[in-house]
């Protein structure tokens, strides 16, 4: 046991519980595995009565994360509270701070001060490890941080949120409400503690920045991140895109433009036939695009307790393998110090094919309306089509106008749209959805 790694795990929520049952489950194969034992010392959770299905009695109970954190009997804090502030933070900052490696899940966190704490976990030489903040058990970090040393990266984009993953899937194969499928996510242990962090993007958006800054060798500005989640997609949204060709999938996306990086977490139409629109329910896919390989996707669960464990297990055994002197490169891939400012490219200048939805009053003149306001934005059309609305009293007289656009910019498409609104033909606002080049 002197040799071994002692662990400390704060947050015993469906993945610390995960973590726990796993490391004793597998002790025999980690140690082989390590080269020596890995051995949970410490614990902190809410409440030390309920029933994790693993035996608490050996391990030292500590009502405060932070103590936890600075105990002189640990060698990994892990980090499985969540939130950006508050006790999450404090623990982390204790636990560099005092020497300790860190391994943490929580993407809220690294998003607003991933930068600052790579800096302490680099002057300390202590590692600050995060593979399950990121999609889950996909060992995407590892691979961009690793494994691509070396390659130019253009494009990062990727579904990176299972909950809104498996509503977009229910919604379109089973036609079941958004609702409904929200409550399954939830019981099923996929959804965040508050759902509105899934279902509007925000999520996506923390995974993503950590994505941009390891692509980009860039600070991490989650504040830069365009956001638009999917509360707004309807079943008419999805069956009209499927005709069309297309799915409808909640993407991050980071991109190297002339005038910077964007960055855009928002609903996206992917062409049917591409790879990323067979990634259905709780799966997660991040694609990046680099001048030495091309396109690589890596696909796998992106939310679970025993998926995200996986990824906390293999963060500790990275730590476990290593040796004094021996140390993984940077949090970020580029030394914290040199991670360079971003600078940020504008939504408006934008530019790519669009999805637009009309429910219009069915009269004469209308659809040549539309053409019309389109042309004056030098907006080209792949392709038009009208259906009758569905809503069945006002069928008759509503009708919906699908058009697909070729590559156009977001200034010209918002002005297309408020003309048309100014036209008076709408019935309600018209729908946008972006349309994403995917492999
Ligand atoms: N709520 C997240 C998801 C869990 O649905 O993907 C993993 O971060």
């Known amino acids: 046991m002197s040799n071994a790694l002692r662990i400390g795990v704060a947050g015993l929520g469906t993945v610390g519980a995960s973590v726990l049952r796993i490391l004793r489950d597998k002790a025999e194969m980690m140690t082989r595995q390590c080269g020596r034992e890995i051995v949970v010392t410490a614990v902190s959770a809410r409440d030390r009565t309920r029933d994790r299905g693993v035996d608490l009695v050996k391990i030292e109970w500590f009502d405060d994360p932070v103590a936890l954190a600075k105990s002189e009997n640990i060698d990994v804090f892990v980090e499985l509270i969540g939130g950006s502030e508050g006790t999450a933070r404090a623990a982390v900052e204790a636990a560099l701070n005092a020497g300790r490696h860190v391994v943490t899940a929580n993407k809220a966190l690294l998003a607003y001060h991933g930068v600052e704490l790579a800096k302490i976990a680099e002057a300390k030489g202590v590692l600050l490890n995060f593979e399950a903040a990121v999609a889950g058990g996909i060992p995407v970090i590892k691979a961009m941080r690793e494994s691509l040393t070396g390659n130019t990266v253009s494009r990062v984009y990727g579904i990176m949120n299972g909950t809104c993953n498996y509503i977009l899937t229910r919604m379109g194969e089973e036609g079941i409400s958004f609702k409904d499928c929200l409550s399954d996510a939830q019981r099923l242990g996929y959804a965040e503690a508050d759902p509105t962090f899934d279902i509007e993007g925000n999520d996506t958006a923390h995974k993503l920045a950590l994505l941009t800054s390891i692509a980009f060798g860039t600070q991490i500005a989650a504040d830069d991140i365009y956001l638009e989640g999917i509360s707004n997609i309807s079943l008419a949204d999805i069956r009209a895109a499927e005709e069309l060709g297309y799915k409808i999938k909640l993407l991050g996306v980071a991109v ?19 790879v990323i629109a067979q990634v259905h329910g709780v799966t997660n896919a991040v694609a990046i695009e680099t001048d030495l390989l091309g396109e690589l996707l890596l696909s796998g669960p992106g939310a679970g ?13 990275d730590i ?17 110090k040199d991670l360079k400012p971003t600078s940020r490219a504008k939504m408006r200048t934008h530019a790519g094919g669009y999805f637009i ?43 919906t106008v699908v058009l697909v656009t070729h590559a156009t910019t977001e200034t010209a498409v918002k002005q297309a749209l408020k003309a048309i609104t100014e036209d008076g033909d709408l019935y309600d606002k018209p729908q946008m959805i972006r349309i994403e080049r995917a492999g």
Do not use: C, W, Y
């Open 256 to 274: 190297k433009t002339e005038t910077g990086i964007e960055q855009r977490v928002h609903p996206t139409l992917v062409p049917t036939s591409s």
């Open 357 to 399: 939805r009309l429910n219009v009053h069915d009269r004469a003149g209308v659809f040549a309306t539309i053409a019309k306001r389109m042309a004056e934005n030098d907006i080209s059309l792949e392709s038009i089509v009208q259906r009758g609305s569905g809503a069945s009293v006002e069928d008759a007289v509503i009708k």
């Open 305 to 317: 307790g025993n998926a995200t464990a996986s990824a906390v297990i293999g963060d500790i055994a």
């Open 320 to 336: 476990g393998k290593s040796r004094p002197g021996f140390q993984h490169g940077p949090v970020f891939g580029t030394p914290a």
